[in-house]
């Protein structure tokens, strides 16, 4: 194994990342193990290898900028790629990385890198102001992945903020209950027919298809690694997107607000309110 490693620059880990990435695909069509002592393996290992020391420098380096919490979540990304020993789990734990990359210490330098086209945004940055605290980030991921051409990370975060989403809806509803299973909230599959079913949400028909689309392309960047997600893709789906994180966001205030108002009511009045909400029935 080799002794001397790449140092920490700006551009080193992405690079890394790359390798990592494209020795997986050709393993994977070639039909070849990462474990084991053969080419494959031995080129995989050696570059996540040096993808960790590379990425524990950053890490370091975020903890000595005050943003532990950043530099945490980093090195979860590392340990992930460090125990893969699927494809599946090891293209989801370099996709994971790669946001956490460009979410944090890699932004700046890549809207140094390219220039004006990395000040282009996916989502209106007003919106951000409207999305609960612990979203924001995934907001800003969102951001910096399509700002950095990182569009198979981007879809990935897209997916996980429409399903955050939806369960802050049923959250906000005190409906929580009706979207787990022993425990653990359903597969996105099931959250996204809830949601366009019409049972809690009301959302365009536009909406309905742009979260199906979500679905399905945030599946393929996260679990297929022969995908590789393009500019086009994110750019057919944007406005889209926009409109229906809007109706979103409303039809979660909205729930709310019916949730606290029912609180505070007396109980002939949240009768009522339940009777109106169920067209009548008693």
Not at 183 to 188: A, C, D, K, N
Request: glycine share 8%.
């Amino acid at each position: 194994m080799r002794t001397e490693r790449p140092k920490a620059t700006g551009e080193t880990l992405p690079r890394l990342l790359d390798s990592a990435a494209s020795c997986l695909r050709r393993a994977q069509k070639n039909r070849h193990s990462l474990n084991g002592s053969g080419y494959y393996a031995k080129t995989y290992m050696n570059t996540t290898v040096d993808l960790r020391c590379v990425g524990e420098s950053v890490a370091q380096e975020l903890d000595r900028s005050s943003r532990s919490d950043q530099a945490t979540r980093f090195r979860l990304a590392l340990q992930k790629i460090a125990t893969s020993t699927s494809f599946k789990d090891a293209a989801s734990a370099l996709t994971e990385l790669r946001a956490a990359w460009y979410a944090t210490a890699g932004l700046q330098l890549a809207s140094r890198r390219l220039g004006r086209a990395a000040a282009t945004i996916f989502l209106p940055p007003e919106l951000r102001a409207h999305v609960p605290g612990y979203l924001k980030p995934t907001f800003d991921q969102i951001q910096g992945c399509y700002a950095s051409r990182y569009y198979d990370a981007a879809l990935v975060m897209i997916r996980r903020l429409f399903e955050s989403l939806i369960i802050e809806g049923y959250v906000a509803a005190g409906k929580d209950s009706e979207i787990k299973s022993n425990g653990e909230y359903v597969p996105f599959t099931e959250l996204v027919g809830r949601a366009t079913s019409g049972e809690l949400f009301q959302l365009a028909r536009d909406g309905k298809r742009a979260l199906r689309t979500v679905k399905s392309l945030g599946d393929n960047a996260a679990h297929n690694p022969h995908f590789s997600g393009q500019a086009s893709d994110l750019d057919r789906l944007r406005n889209e997107v926009r409109v229906l994180m809007g109706d979103l966001l409303s039809n979660i205030a909205t729930l709310q607000r019916r949730t606290t108002a029912s609180a505070q009511a007396g109980p002939d009045v949240r009768h009522a309110m339940l009777t109106a909400e169920h067209g009548g029935a008693p």
